[in-house]
């Protein structure tokens, strides 16, 4: 075996080894731990954009400077500190949506949903998203409305911005 694959498999265990073993564990803590939390997917909602048993992560930091926007994959706080949903919003606060035939409508006009590719015939009534509050949804509009879990979320609830 050749010196230095010896060395990194199994390394001389000194002062030096262990500050530097102790600083990677304390920078891994800190950053998957707050900043950047590791996601698994599970279920089906979100293909085809994000798949079922696939990861991902959410960069918290996201939103600190700015509001989330529309058609922002957002992680979004649903039970404790450890349940998430991985959601799309659709409608900001103050604005009207609706889904007609499967089709998305905000304050009466039509909007294009580019990351849609599963269409639906969904049907949901008027509704005003409240202030502090936005609309999320799923992309997979194939699942009836009844498998998703969606509409108005308080923007305290949203832990960060989803990157992949």
């Known amino acids: 075996m050749p010196s230095f694959l010896r060395q990194f498999v199994f390394p001389t265990i000194n002062r030096r080894f262990l500050v530097r073993l102790s600083a990677v564990c304390l920078i891994s803590y ?16 979100m293909e085809p ?13 996201m939103y600190f400077l700015s509001p989330p926007k529309r058609f922002d994959v957002v992680a979004v706080r649903f039970a404790g500190h450890h349940v998430m949903l991985l959601k799309r919003i659709v409608a900001l606060p103050g ?16 909007v294009k ?16 998203v409240k202030p502090g509050n936005v609309y999320i949804i799923g992309d997979n509009r194939s699942l009836s409305m009844k498998r998703h879990k969606i ?6 609830r949203i832990v960060g911005g989803v990157v992949l």
Not at 151 to 156: D, H, K, L
Request: net charge positive; aromatic share 12%; with cysteine.
């Open 30 to 45: 800190l950053v998957f731990g707050f900043l950047l939390l590791p996601l698994r997917i599970q279920g089906r909602s």
């Open 49 to 61: 954009t994000y798949h079922d048993g696939s990861c991902a992560f959410c960069w918290r930091p």
């Open 95 to 110: 604005e009207t949506l609706e889904y007609q035939q499967g089709k998305l409508y905000i304050n009466g006009q039509l």
């Open 113 to 128: 949903e580019p990351h849609v590719r599963l269409t639906s015939q969904w049907n949901l009534s008027t509704r005003t």
């Open 151 to 156: 509409g108005q979320v308080s923007m305290e």
